[in-house]
């Protein structure tokens, strides 16, 4: 089967974790750092916590297999303060911080 670009889909099988394994260690961290945590109280209410910790995995959480770089990069840097008070930033309702340093 293939697409108009000429990409073919390949179908993953079922019950093969390595078949997809991007997929499985976002689904295992978004498990484990996020819904073990939070009471989900609705549909909205798991869209809405879900949403807020993609944003928090690509954009403010170092990940190892990348140097402990970030995902997502702005796409106009910003300087960073060289002096300036650290402040934590919560994320999921302080679940998760995120630490920025902000200008004296």
Do not use: W
């Not at 978004?30 to 809405?48: A, K, M, T």
């Not at 928090?56 to 910003?78: C, D, E, K, L, M």
């Amino acid at each position: 089967m293939a697409s108009g670009a000429e990409i073919k889909i390949l179908r993953t099988p079922i019950a093969a974790p390595r078949a997809n394994a991007v997929v499985e260690r976002f689904m295992g961290s978004l498990r484990r750092e996020c819904l073990d945590f939070v009471l989900i109280l609705s549909e909205r209410h798991l869209l809405h916590s879900v949403k807020e910790y993609v944003h928090y995995f690509n954009h403010a959480r170092p990940h190892q297999g990348i140097a402990q770089a970030i995902p997502v990069t702005s796409t106009t840097p910003t300087p960073i303060p060289v002096e300036g008070n650290i402040v934590s930033v919560p994320v999921l309702h302080g679940l998760h911080h995120d630490y920025q340093r902000r200008a004296a």
